[in-house]
């Protein structure tokens, strides 16, 4: 047995760990397993990831590319292989993934289950919008092929279906193309969420990747820095060669804490308020600004941390936002990875998938045991009234009603699962 952790470190758990090296192998290694569940690179925050004294089938040897069509895009590669790799090969080659997530270091496997979604959500969508077909290995040794056009009811329970329904060992994406590595940013300061809306708006049209980072301590209001990008085939003279920094230990307490959230906060704001404007960088820092600073999670010390994300319908978005900024505030807690954004009017191929239209918020908070969850459950009420929901991705503690209201199509999702597979989260807010 191993102790497994998600990557919010809130605990150790015993799991029995199983690695997945053969996706020919795969059928009759499932078959002869107590109930498991497929683990990549355990980037879930909260418990999706996790199977506390079950098995995890470790998938990171599943890591191999099978085909690519140069001419079309078509990428097929198995479930193991990490973003970061077909990035890699791809981009030399005029290619790159049409969505990805604030980390490179995931598995594909992982990209389709939780469906993650980018910056660019309002062109691109999800993960799952780019799919077109999955291999699935069911826990009784049989096979499923799905797609879009492929018995779509199962690539639409497999897209965000958190690894439930079986395991993902190869799939077939599509590319898009590209001129080259680097893109063309801005970077504009705002005053107030009035602001924040106004820029997002007026950015669609001509942006395609829009993110923003948000001052939750500035008030209701929350001040904050509007960051766009577009490709382009400007380049530097030069690649860029930043050196990649490590957490070395986890601190015997949060380095985010009350007496220097206020001073990291405003000393960020400044800096790149300082250097606003537009430059032209390279993918990687815009795309995975935290990918350089190896083992960050570690920075919260040893009782780790929790992200809330949630998604808000647009008609309620400002209010909801602003409701929780003040609860945020009332609260004396706070978060110095906060990010908001807004998602586009393009739906989720997905049964469970997170993106819907509307405007996201995530926020990182130090887990101080019942006072951070105690505020959880206030911003719980303002999430539910606004008819949002919460990222199963991200979350640790969600109460099952928020998440049967969040996730309308849950009792459709349920014929899909495969009876073989459990995780701590299906356990807590599914029964099993």
């Given at each position: 047995m191993?102790?497994v952790?998600?990557?919010?470190?809130q605990?150790?758990w015993?799991?029995e760990?199983?690695?997945?090296?053969?996706?020919?192998?795969?059928a009759?290694?499932?078959?002869n397993?107590?109930?498991?569940?497929a683990y990549?690179?355990?980037?879930s925050?909260g418990?999706?990831?996790l199977?506390?004294d079950?098995?995890?089938?470790?998938?990171?040897?599943?890591d191999?590319?099978?085909?690519?069509?140069?001419?079309?895009?078509r990428?097929?590669?198995?479930a193991?292989?990490l973003?970061?790799?077909?990035?890699?090969?791809?981009?030399p080659?005029?290619?790159?993934?049409?969505?990805?997530?604030?980390?490179?270091?995931?598995?594909?496997?992982g990209?389709?289950?939780n469906?993650?979604?980018?910056?660019?959500?309002?062109?691109?969508?999800?993960?799952g919008?780019?799919?077109?077909?999955?291999k699935l290995?069911?826990?009784?040794?049989?096979?499923i092929e799905c797609?879009?056009?492929?018995r779509?009811?199962?690539?639409?329970?497999?897209?965000?279906g958190?690894?439930l329904?079986g395991?993902?060992?190869?799939?077939?994406?599509?590319?898009?193309r590209?001129?080259g590595p680097?893109l063309t940013?801005?970077?504009?300061?705002y005053?107030?969420?009035?602001?924040f809306f106004?820029?997002?708006?007026d950015?669609?049209a001509?942006?395609?990747?829009?993110?923003?980072?948000i001052?939750c301590?500035?008030?209701?209001?929350?001040r904050?820095?509007?960051m766009?990008?577009?490709?382009?085939?400007?380049?530097?003279?030069s690649?860029?060669?930043g050196?990649k920094?490590?957490?070395?230990?986890a601190?015997?307490?949060?380095?985010?804490?009350?007496?220097?959230?206020?001073?990291l906060n405003?000393?960020?704001?400044?800096?790149n308020?300082?250097?606003?404007?537009?430059r032209?960088?390279?993918?990687a820092?815009?795309f995975?600004?935290?990918?350089n600073?190896?083992?960050?999670?570690?920075m919260?010390g040893?009782?780790g941390f929790?992200?809330y994300q949630s998604?808000?319908?647009?008609k309620?978005?400002h209010?909801a936002v602003r409701?929780?900024?003040r609860?945020i505030a009332?609260s004396?807690?706070?978060?110095f990875?906060?990010v908001?954004?807004?998602?586009?009017?393009?739906?989720?191929?997905?049964?469970?998938?997170?993106?819907?239209?509307?405007?996201?918020l995530?926020?990182?908070?130090?887990?101080?045991?019942?006072?951070t969850?105690?505020?959880f459950a206030r911003?719980?009420?303002?999430?539910r009234?606004?008819?949002?929901?919460?990222?199963?991705a991200k979350?640790?503690?969600?109460?099952?009603?928020?998440?049967?209201a969040?996730?309308?199509?849950?009792?459709?999702?349920?014929?899909?699962?495969?009876?073989?597979?459990?995780s701590?989260?299906s356990r807590?807010?599914?029964g099993?």
């Open positions: 191993v102790a952790s998600s990557w919010g470190r605990g150790r015993e799991h760990v199983r690695h997945l090296t053969d996706r020919h192998q795969v009759d290694q499932l078959k397993s107590r109930p498991g569940l990549g690179m355990g980037r925050y418990d999706a990831c199977n506390p079950g098995v995890l089938w470790k998938t990171t040897g599943l191999r590319f099978i085909s690519l069509d140069e001419n079309l895009g990428l097929v590669c198995e193991g292989v973003l970061r790799d077909i990035q890699r090969l791809m981009i080659r005029g290619w790159i993934l049409p969505v990805t997530p604030g980390t490179q270091l995931i598995t594909v496997g990209a389709i289950a469906d993650v979604h980018g910056k660019n959500h309002h062109v691109s969508g999800s993960f919008n780019h799919v077109q077909r999955i290995t069911r826990t009784d040794g049989t096979t797609g879009p056009d492929l779509m009811d199962w690539f639409a329970a497999t897209v965000g958190l690894g329904t395991v993902i060992t190869e799939t077939e994406i599509q590319l898009r590209v001129a680097w940013t801005e970077t504009v300061p005053d107030n969420l009035d602001q106004r820029l997002a708006d950015s669609e001509d942006w395609e990747h829009t993110v923003s980072w001052d301590l500035a008030g209701e209001e929350g904050g820095l509007f766009r990008g577009n490709p382009t085939d400007i380049a530097p003279y690649e860029p060669h050196r920094l490590t957490m070395p230990f601190p015997p307490i949060s380095i985010v804490n009350r007496l220097t959230l206020r001073p405003l000393a960020y704001y400044n800096l308020k300082w250097k606003a404007g537009s032209i960088v390279h993918y820092p815009f995975y600004p935290l990918d600073l190896q083992d960050w999670n570690r919260y040893p009782k929790f992200q998604v808000i319908p647009r309620v978005g209010d409701a929780m900024l609860e009332k004396g807690e706070g978060s990875l906060a908001l954004k807004t998602f586009g009017d393009r739906q989720s191929l997905g049964m469970m998938s997170f993106p819907q239209p509307g405007v996201t995530a926020l990182d908070f130090p887990n101080r045991g019942e006072r969850l105690k505020l911003l719980d009420v303002i999430v009234e606004a008819g949002g929901r919460i990222y199963l979350d640790a503690r969600m109460p099952r009603d928020l998440f049967e969040g996730y309308p199509n849950l009792s459709k999702f349920l014929q899909y699962r495969d009876p073989g597979i459990s701590a989260l807590r807010l599914m099993h």
